[in-house]
């Protein structure tokens, strides 16, 4: 039913995305949900009343976060990944999804208003100091962050092998870019007009400690399982490429003021 849904919602809006974006959604979707489920439930996003999904992309982690929690928000600059999931949530009748269009660093949501957060795939596109900051601003005190990052030797491994390359997207390209962005950011603390940040595991801890957080859990992609009774995760991408930081995940609470 799931993948169906997708087929549809991507026929439907086919005017909206190019080739990249088609073949980025079919691959996301094109791991079972269970994968997602498993995560989530490793690290206890689990029975909450409000979550965001900050970045949702095509929503494979909203459909998973709103299977297991009570309301989910899901929020992604690009409009038409925002009419694709809201099409795609109506059809699978999941009415605990809401979806809406942000930019980070702005969610334009209250003050302490939600639970927890996830951010995958999505911080190191952003002015990523100010995104943790807003985070803290609408997580209730306790409130748990879970977000991904990717260090130097991701960035490494996207050039060297331009792997998922499409007509309308070089890996190449991006990772080229991501060290001009990088080098950007650092003097201006601008965000990417495109591509990404390289922001290492211990940047990411250190920003998120002066934002005012407290790090639970730190590790390679999909290694973080702090519910022992919860299926073991597993990753998506390598926490290491040549010998260098790859992709890791950091789970995280706002400390009280």
């Known amino acids: 039913m799931l993948a169906h849904a997708v087929e549809t919602a991507l026929g439907d809006l086919a005017d909206l995305f190019d080739s990249n974006d088609q073949a980025f959604a079919r691959r996301v979707f094109a791991t079972p949900l269970a994968i997602y489920l498993d995560r ?8 909450l009343e ?3 999904d900050s970045g949702c992309g095509f929503g494979q982690w909203s459909l998973a976060l709103a299977r297991l929690n009570r309301q989910i928000l899901a929020q992604d600059m690009a409009p038409g990944r925002v009419r694709f999931l809201q ?23 209250p003050d302490a208003a939600y639970d927890a957060i996830v951010c995958y795939q999505t911080i190191f596109c952003t002015p990523f100091e ?3 900051r807003e985070y803290h601003r609408i997580l209730r005190p306790g409130g748990r962050l879970y977000l991904n990052g990717n260090g130097l030797g991701y960035y490494i491994y996207r050039w060297k092998s331009n792997a998922n390359a499409t007509e309308t997207f070089s890996p190449q390209r991006s990772a080229a870019l991501s060290f001009l962005n990088t080098l950007v950011y650092r003097e201006t603390k601008q965000a990417p007009r495109e ?3 390289i922001i290492d595991p211990e940047e990411m801890a250190e920003a998120l400690r002066a934002a005012g957080f407290a790090i639970v859990a730190q ?10 009774a919860a299926p073991a ?3 998506f991408f390598r926490s290491e490429y040549y010998g260098l930081p790859g ?3 950091i789970l995280a609470t706002r400390v009280p003021s």
């Open 87 to 109: 099409r795609l949530a109506a059809a699978l009748g999941q009415e605990n999804l809401r979806v809406a269009q942000a930019t980070l660093p702005r969610t334009e949501l």
């Open 233 to 235: 995760p597993k990753p």
């Open 40 to 47: 989530l439930k490793a690290i206890g996003f689990t029975g």
């Open 50 to 52: 409000a979550v965001l």
């Open 130 to 132: 100010a995104s943790l």
């Open 247 to 249: 992709c890791y995940e």
């Open 219 to 228: 590790g390679g992609d999909g290694t973080i399982r702090i519910d022992a």
């Open 195 to 197: 591509g990404q940040l």
